[in-house]
């Protein structure tokens, strides 16, 4: 769910079916997709851009559009499991995940500020926090930072294998966070996508610092990167159909060019590969057909 400081919906060009939403209808959304049988929502701000700094403060703001739409989701659907992405990127100038600097992300720097963002997240509500900005040795912080404030039963979704995809086009339009990177690309910290070894890993360092569930992401082309995972660690592991995938398959579907059910086929072959839960904007239309 993207959610907007506007009233009502704006559609999202690059993704069919699927619009940026003002807190005052967000309610209504929810409660359509809990009475589907939905039982958890990812959750993305688009930023205003007067909002945007170097250092992406107004990630950690108690007040700021997330935190105030997660208080609001939770008074009135308490079991509605809401995931929250830890990264800057919604709130930096410059769109990058993390403090930027020289060509390069500036790790440490950068996770001083995921773990303010991780604790108004937890605090505001959220039942799972999703680090998807792939800082070295973020997961073992934000543990210990929850730990130590008594947060003790948020759960990390630790976007363990993050590959430095072309997939994501669409939700960077969709977050107004491409005309702000440009022509940067995210290789410095996201994974390439030439090797799968470093997938497993990264997964081993985040189990290891405390991560309760993985995530490989895009998903259909890397289905042997799930497999292989779960194989090997036997851990919740999640897959995220990404922007560009949903964007794909629904624009072919909507051109006429495929039919409807390739939807459901390409989720189950997430499924086939090993995945526990997929995250996925058709989740809607899906949970409907199901
Ligand atoms: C930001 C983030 C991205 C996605 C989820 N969290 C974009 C990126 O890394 O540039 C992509 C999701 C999608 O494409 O659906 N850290």
Same mark, same amino acid.
Request: proline share 3%.
């Given at each position: 769910? &993207? =959610?907007?400081?506007?009233?009502?919906?704006?559609?999202?060009?690059?993704?069919?079916? =699927? @619009?940026?939403?003002?807190?005052?209808?967000?309610?209504?959304?929810?409660?359509?997709?809990?009475?589907? /049988?939905?039982?958890?929502?990812?959750? &993305?701000?688009?930023?205003?851009? #007067?909002?945007?700094?170097?250092?992406?403060?107004?990630?950690?703001?108690?007040? +700021?559009?997330?935190?105030?739409?997660?208080?609001?989701?939770?008074?009135?659907?308490?079991?509605?499991?809401?995931?929250?992405?830890?990264?800057?990127?919604?709130?930096?100038?410059?769109?990058?995940?993390? =403090?930027?600097?020289?060509?390069?992300?500036?790790?440490?720097?950068?996770?001083? %500020?995921?773990?303010?963002? @991780?604790?108004? $997240?937890?605090?505001? /509500?959220?039942?799972?926090?999703?680090?998807?900005?792939?800082?070295?040795?973020?997961?073992?912080?934000?543990?210990?930072?929850?730990? *130590?404030? +008594?947060?003790?039963?948020?759960?990390?979704?630790?976007?363990?294998?993050?590959? #430095?995809?072309?997939?994501?086009?669409?939700?960077?339009?969709?977050?107004?966070?491409? #005309? *702000?990177?440009?022509?940067? @690309?995210?290789?410095?910290?996201?994974?390439?996508?030439?090797?799968?070894?470093?997938?497993?890993?990264?997964?081993?360092?985040?189990?290891?610092?405390?991560?309760?569930?993985?995530?490989?992401?895009? /998903?259909?082309?890397?289905?042997?990167?799930?497999?292989?995972?779960?194989?090997?660690?036997?851990?919740?592991?999640?897959?995220?159909?990404?922007?560009?995938?949903?964007?794909? %398959?629904?624009?072919?579907?909507? *051109?006429?060019? $495929?039919?409807?059910?390739?939807? $459901?086929?390409? $989720?189950?072959?997430?499924?086939?590969?090993?995945?526990?839960?997929?995250?996925?904007?058709?989740?809607?239309?899906? #949970?409907?057909?199901?």
């Amino acid at each position: 769910i &993207f =959610i907007k400081d506007i009233s009502g919906f704006e559609k999202i060009e690059s993704m069919p079916g =699927i @619009s940026r939403i003002g807190l005052d209808v967000l309610m209504d959304e929810i409660k359509e997709i809990y009475d589907l /049988g939905i039982k958890s929502i990812a959750i &993305f701000p688009v930023v205003d851009g #007067s909002k945007k700094d170097e250092k992406g403060n107004e990630s950690y703001n108690e007040s +700021n559009l997330v935190c105030t739409a997660i208080r609001d989701i939770k008074k009135n659907f308490p079991d509605m499991v809401i995931i929250a992405d830890v990264a800057l990127d919604p709130y930096t100038s410059h769109g990058h995940d993390g =403090i930027y600097h020289d060509n390069y992300v500036l790790n440490d720097e950068t996770i001083e %500020i995921l773990i303010k963002q @991780s604790l108004s $997240l937890a605090k505001a /509500g959220a039942d799972i926090l999703a680090p998807s900005d792939m800082m070295d040795g973020r997961v073992g912080l934000i543990r210990n930072a929850l730990e *130590n404030n +008594n947060y003790k039963n948020t759960i990390i979704l630790s976007y363990a294998a993050k590959f #430095s995809s072309g997939f994501y086009g669409p939700f960077r339009n969709a977050v107004n966070s491409a #005309s *702000n990177l440009g022509d940067n @690309s995210k290789s410095t910290y996201q994974m390439d996508y030439a090797n799968s070894d470093e997938a497993l890993h990264e997964v081993a360092l985040d189990i290891k610092e405390g991560a309760d569930i993985v995530m490989v992401k895009p /998903g259909m082309p890397y289905l042997d990167i799930i497999f292989r995972i779960k194989e090997v660690f036997k851990i919740p592991t999640f897959a995220y159909q990404v922007s560009g995938e949903y964007a794909m %398959i629904s624009q072919a579907i909507s *051109n006429g060019l $495929l039919d409807k059910k390739v939807m $459901l086929e390409s $989720l189950l072959s997430l499924k086939r590969a090993g995945a526990d839960a997929i995250l996925t904007y058709a989740a809607k239309e899906i #949970s409907k057909e199901l």
